[in-house]
């Protein structure tokens, strides 16, 4: 019955509207157009029209649902430890190892550990026994194929991150602040010229480990101590800075740094 229409490509509800918008421009006669729409009643046709309409919504929603997302790869799952069976994170000197022989081994290597067994040098090694026998654990290490070279080269490359990272860190002085340095080495040699040549005062112990205290030893210090303060109270007011502060704010710097720059300056 719709052959002509499926050759137009076209649905009976629009025909019906370009015949009745535009008769004398259609391209189908009315005979053919009544010869098609032959023997179908009103309800018909508006039941066929109503189901189209259905299912070109249909169509349409089905093309908006987004499609479901790709599902994640399983998580990868590594062999039980080679050396003692336990739960393995992974291939570590060559191996599946878990932590533990991983520690164990490296530990082994880098400190050129030698253990002995108190028996007949071939222990059962498993996640209960593995730490009753140090000496078959490692030889367990080395037949299921751990590598004494791995773990050098890992020690070596970490050495190498290490020196480079330390190669890098370069500090480079400004002229302001190369200034100030020079400023004050020249500040410290000028008033601590001779501090580092005073005389040594000790005490002699007697055979029977009595001390003789030499009575005149503390005026001696008191003196020392009075020249002292003289020379860093000089070295202070040769810094840059320091004089434009207040007579308050000096004094409490000297008293404060006033021990700190005795000791840096013997």
Not at 2 to 18: A, E, H, K, R, T
Not at 36 to 42: A, D, E, N, R
Not at 150 to 173: A, G, H, I, W
Not at 260 to 265: A, F, G
Request: hydrophobic letters at 30%; aromatic letters at 8%.
């Amino acid at each position: 019955m719709f052959d002509c229409m499926d050759v137009l490509s076209v649905s009976p509800g629009q025909i019906l509207d370009f015949y009745t918008a535009s008769p004398s421009s259609c391209m189908l006669q009315e005979k053919a157009l009544k010869a098609c729409f032959s023997g179908l009643t009103q309800t018909e046709w508006q039941h066929r029209h109503t189901a189209q309409s259905i299912e070109t919504q249909s169509t349409s929603s089905e093309e908006l649902v987004p499609s479901p997302p790709s599902p994640l790869p399983p998580p990868r799952v590594y062999k039980p430890c080679f050396v003692c069976q336990d739960k393995s994170s992974g291939y570590h000197y060559g191996v599946s190892a878990c932590e533990g022989c991983k520690g164990f081994f490296r530990r082994s290597i880098q400190k050129n550990m030698i253990y002995t067994c108190h028996r007949d040098k071939n222990c059962v090694i498993n996640k209960v026994t593995r730490n009753r026998c140090q000496y078959c654990r490692l030889q367990k290490c080395f037949e299921v194929g751990m590598s004494k070279e791995s773990v050098r080269n890992d020690r070596n490359k970490k050495k190498k991150e290490t020196s480079k990272q330390e190669c890098t860190e370069s500090y480079e002085m400004t002229a302001e602040l190369d200034d100030l340095t020079e400023k004050i080495r020249k500040a410290h040699q000028e008033t601590f010229p001779s501090l580092c040549q005073l005389g040594k005062y000790t005490t002699n112990s007697s055979a029977d480990h009595r001390v003789r205290l030499d009575l005149g030893l503390w005026d001696k210090f008191s003196e020392l101590a009075t020249k002292c303060i003289i020379k860093i109270v000089e070295f202070a007011k040769r810094l840059p800075g320091f004089t434009g502060l207040t007579i308050a704010d000096q004094i409490t710097l000297l008293k404060a740094a006033c021990l700190d720059i005795l000791v840096q300056s013997v």
